[in-house]
């Protein structure tokens, strides 16, 4: 009757006591380390070269843009994508991030979330669409979504440089991990939300299974589509300033190395830029989205 009681009171004051602390620490540190030392090769030499070759192309392709002609361009991006007080901001954001002495930064930065955006969207497009047209694979993607989604930023950092070792590489890998869900997440959600009734109107005249993805419920699902375009943009851009405590460069890097030295200054200026370039990116991915089917025009400052 006393073990009993005592262990009545175990479980109520000490439940954890009453079992052996399960050693998870070491667990993942035992998977990770197998799986660098059997596939580090295969990371290196089949996914790292296609990332570094698109990033160092796009930015190529932007800095070799002359800043005066590029602010012409951004200006006409965001009156087109959105109107003339966005295409105004755009353009007195970027130039006021040059007037700073952080353009350069500014080009690898947008590079970089450049090319972190254009693998989401074309590794998270397919799967929303596989997720739409399945229950049983979105099932399956949920819990997975869930983890990449919700896991701390700085946790995806490690396993990165363990398989690419330090620079803009792993840090793009981490970013594209961390901010591919929402594509995938929206674009099945966008997809399914497409009335029944387009779709059978669809079929009734002989369209076909694919005809009707990509003329009738890709069309009505765009502004869906363009949200999780913007949400992947916004955590693109906060993991590449995250990336740069492991190599990654831009205005990430401008802020890491204030801190570093305690230099507000630098840090303040690293961060105004990042600030400005979020908001830029934000109101003309918004701005394609109002414009999108469906939707009505609004225009934001």
């Known amino acids: 009757m006393n073990e009993l009681m005592e262990f009545l009171r175990l479980l109520i004051t000490d439940p954890f006591g009453l079992f052996e602390a399960l050693p998870m620490r070491q667990w993942i540190t035992e998977a990770v380390n197998w799986v660098v030392a059997n596939f580090r090769g295969f990371f290196r030499g089949y996914v790292s070269p296609p990332v570094q070759s698109v990033m160092q192309t796009t930015q190529w392709a932007l800095g070799g843009i002359p800043p005066g002609l590029f602010l012409v361009g951004i200006f006409l991006i965001g009156w087109r994508a959105a109107s003339w007080r966005v295409g105004l901001f755009a353009f007195a954001a ?6 700073m002495g952080v353009w350069d930064a500014l080009i690898v930065t947008l590079s970089l979330v450049a090319t972190a955006v254009l693998f989401c969207v074309a590794i998270g497009l397919p799967l929303g669409i596989l997720c739409s047209r399945s229950d049983r694979f ?3 993607m949920r819990p ?13 950092l490690v396993p990165a440089v363990m398989l690419f070792s330090i620079g803009n590489v792993p840090g793009l890998i981490a970013t594209i991990i961390f901010a591919m869900p929402p594509m995938i997440r929206l674009t099945n959600l966008g997809i399914r939300q ?7 109107a669809a079929e009734a005249f002989g369209s076909t299974p694919r005809q009707i993805l990509w003329k009738v419920q890709f069309p009505l699902a765009l502004p869906t589509l ?29 802020v890491y190395a204030g801190l570093e030295r305690l230099n507000i ?13 979020a908001m830029v990116l934000d109101r ?11 939707r009505a025009p609004d225009e934001r400052p």
């Open 138 to 140: 979105a099932t399956l």
């Open 144 to 156: 997975l979504l869930d983890i990449m989604q919700t896991t701390p930023p700085f946790v995806y």
């Open 265 to 277: 200054g630098q840090a303040f200026v690293g961060g105004i830029g990042i600030v400005l370039l």
């Open 194 to 200: 497409v009335s029944q009734e387009y779709i059978e």
């Open 226 to 254: 363009m949200a999780g375009l913007n949400q992947t943009i916004m955590l693109s851009l906060s993991m590449v300033v995250i990336a740069a405590i492991i190599g990654a460069g831009g205005l990430g890097l401008e």
């Open 284 to 294: 003309i991915t918004q701005g394609l989205g109002d414009k999108a089917p469906g």
């Open 94 to 99: 970027f130039a006021l991030v040059g007037v």
